[in-house]
């Protein structure tokens, strides 16, 4: 029982720094007050742009995980020109990303598909890696889940305590005002898109080169909406995102653990479990939310200059 | 009132007070022209020839009878999921859950034969029922949560899309799996059990099921009073409140069509196209129906019209990709090219762009 527990434990940030990085990601964006609802399309494009560069450069990591960032700066800059730039309906535009990106990738996919990769490994620290307990749960994870805390406490730090986060937070609260004192509402909005989308690129790309090693078409299996529920559950703060990412990286690190000792839980059943959890997870938000969500006033909304609201 | 103008770089934008109709259309019919055309360049790039597309998507689906045929039997469910997409959206419901309400749709029509519920001449109104019930079953969750507790109906909806999906995976790998059949689904229905053909090519009555349900949504949003009121409600939700409408009991109406009518789809394809429950039974009608809705601008006649074409691109496609090997994302491809451009063609209906020296 005990060992169950540890190697539960020590699978969970695999599972959890996917959902983390993108809902950081989608934090920034919803932030500034544009409502990204293509974080699954990204994530996949993100996934599919990691294998792809890491395979055909050879197993270079590096260049996979730059490649799966890429490929999330380039969704996202469309994303981003089509409803900042454009000011487009946020909904209907996030869909069809999330539509085109599973096409696209579908389409021209086919030559990498189900190709084995080696992708992240574990770092191994000599002595710390076999402490028992310990040495399994904290020293003996891959790069990426070490990096993702720096990463979390610089936005953190960034949106919170600098005054160009202010600024990003007040075109999201409040773009009238934002504009008003002078700040660029298109500069921030497209600024926070971009960056944002190229965290949930990574997400996608470690999804891929990490917990599944694999490309498969719509590999994502929704956990791109799962971050969007992610972030209205941490009613919009980076600390809350990441123990809310644990949560459900621990649930989905939970169904291999399940399978691998053998217990008789009906395969799809337990597959439904993330899902499941997350509309529980929603409902419990909606049930305690008396006095509001935490959401940035303006989100989705798209600001014209002396447009009518 | 003075004109609202802002500047993207050496482009200005001006706010429009107001567009005449014909500029409207044209913008509108530009913006799919551009999506057609970079889908067509999308498919001569995956190595198709260009006379091949205009005989594939063309000659061979609209002019021709068996390609007809094809056309008008996927055309049935696609007013069907394009009619739920447009009863919801006029509420402001982002009903996305359409794949998971159509899965359900079709479970309740499997229901009644696997347990063989009444007499053999009364199931396929059974199943009528069964379909309704199962959709409108799917989507009270989300509406519930909606309407009770501001849960955002896009996440929503959108997760019960994989848990339908996976609890059928459960019951073809399981207790309804055919033994007998080669992949997974379950047995075939029995002749009673199907909706009857009407004698050219796999047309089946369905199809006038679903005009039937066109017409009657048609009736319900233009010239009811409750259609009245969901217009009402979808332009403005506080005043609406303000004038004693009754705004989350028109919601949760507006939202249970939504819901039977995607139920309906998920019958139609079931009971008379694939005379059983598999896999594959919702795939991409999920997609299709928001699609529609959204080119139709959420009006029942321009859904029937809309979803016409949309027949003709799923049979096309399905073809071409048949012929040339292409994987199934093909259609959610081009589906999704045109919609972006067609919400492209909102800027240029909201904004007038000028170039500024």
């Known amino acids: 029982m005990v060992e169950f527990i540890v190697n539960w434990i020590a699978f969970t940030p695999v599972f959890a720094v996917p959902l983390m990085l993108a809902s950081i990601g989608l934090i920034i964006n919803e932030r500034a007050g544009v409502m990204n609802l293509c974080a699954e399309g990204i994530m996949l494009v993100g996934a599919f742009a990691g294998v792809v560069v890491y395979i055909e450069s050879g197993n270079i990591l590096a260049l996979g995980t730059l490649g799966a960032i890429a490929a999330g700066l380039v969704v996202s800059a469309l994303f981003a020109f089509m409803v900042v730039t454009m000011r487009l309906n946020q909904v209907v535009a996030g869909i069809a990303i999330v539509f085109f990106a599973s096409g696209l990738t579908g389409l021209i996919g086919n030559p990498w598909t189900e190709r084995a990769v080696e992708g992240f490994t574990k770092v191994d620290m000599g002595v710390l890696s076999t402490i028992p307990v310990l040495g399994k749960i904290v020293f003996s994870q891959d790069l990426m889940v070490y990096a993702s805390v720096p990463i979390v406490y610089f936005v953190w730090r960034f949106l919170h305590r600098s005054i160009p986060g202010m600024k990003l937070r007040a075109v999201g609260e409040n773009p009238q005002a934002a504009d008003a004192a002078g700040v660029s509402i298109e500069f921030m909005r497209f600024g926070a898109v971009v960056t944002g989308g190229a965290l949930v690129g990574l997400a996608g790309g470690y999804l891929a080169l990490a917990a599944s090693k694999i490309w498969v078409e719509d590999m994502t299996h929704g956990r791109g909406w799962i971050a969007v529920a992610l972030v209205i559950f941490a009613r919009w703060r980076p600390g809350r995102a990441v123990l809310g990412a644990l949560l459900f990286g621990g649930i989905e690190a939970l169904i291999p653990r399940i399978q691998a000792v053998g217990l008789a839980v009906p395969q799809y059943l337990l597959l439904m479990m993330p899902y499941l959890v997350t509309l529980a997870v929603l409902t419990y938000v909606g049930l305690v939310s008396r006095t509001g969500s935490g959401a940035p006033g303006a989100l989705g909304l798209p600001y014209v200059r002396e447009d009518r609201r | ?357």
């Not at chain 2, 020839?49 to 009878?65: G, K, L, M, P």
């Not at chain 2, 059949?181 to 002749?191: E, I, P």
């Not at chain 2, 196209?273 to 959204?294: D, K, N, P």
Request: glycine residues 12%; neutral net charge; proline residues 3%.
């Open chain 2, 1 to 357: 009132m003075p004109s609202r103008t802002l500047a993207v770089g050496r482009v200005s934008l001006e706010v429009r007070q107001g567009i005449e109709l014909w500029l409207h259309g044209l913008i509108v019919l530009a913006s799919i022209v551009v999506g057609l055309g970079v889908s067509v360049l999308l498919l001569v790039v995956s190595g198709i020839d260009v006379s091949n597309i205009f005989e594939e998507f063309i000659v061979f689906t609209f002019f021709d009878s068996a390609g007809l045929a094809d056309v008008l039997l996927e055309w049935a469910p696609l007013i069907l999921v394009g009619l739920s997409a447009a009863v919801a959206f006029r509420v402001q419901f982002w009903n996305i859950g359409i794949e998971g309400q159509f899965v359900w749709g079709a479970i309740g029509t499997t229901v009644v034969m696997i347990y063989d519920i009444g007499p053999g001449w009364i199931q396929i109104y059974l199943m009528f029922l069964g379909g309704i019930i199962g959709g409108m079953a799917w989507i009270a969750v989300p509406a519930f949560l909606r309407l009770r507790l501001q849960v955002n109906e896009i996440i929503s909806t959108l997760l019960l899309n994989y848990i339908a999906a996976l609890f059928v995976l459960n019951q073809l790998f399981g207790a309804w799996q055919d033994p007998a059949a080669v992949y997974y689904k379950t047995a075939q229905f029995a002749d009673y059990q199907r909706l009857p053909l009407i004698g050219w090519g796999q047309i089946h009555v369905g199809l006038f099921i679903a005009l039937a349900a066109a017409l009657i949504v048609w009736l319900v949003t233009e010239r009811s009073r409750f259609g009245a009121y969901m217009k009402f409600v979808g332009s403005n939700p506080g005043m609406a409140l303000a004038s004693g409408i009754p705004v989350t009991l028109t919601i949760l109406v507006a939202v249970m069509l939504s819901g039977s009518l995607s139920g309906l789809g998920g019958y139609l394809v079931a009971s008379g196209q694939e005379y059983a429950l598999t896999i594959y039974v919702a795939i991409g009608y999920g997609f299709s129906g928001i699609v529609i809705a959204f080119l139709a601008r959420n009006n029942p006649a321009a859904v029937v019209v809309v979803s016409f074409l949309m027949a003709g691109l799923y049979v096309g496609g399905e073809s071409i990709q048949v012929f040339y090997g292409l994987p199934e994302a093909l259609i959610g491809l081009i589906q999704s090219i045109i919609v972006i451009c067609a919400v492209g063609s909102e800027f240029f209906v909201r904004y007038r762009v000028r170039w500024m020296r």
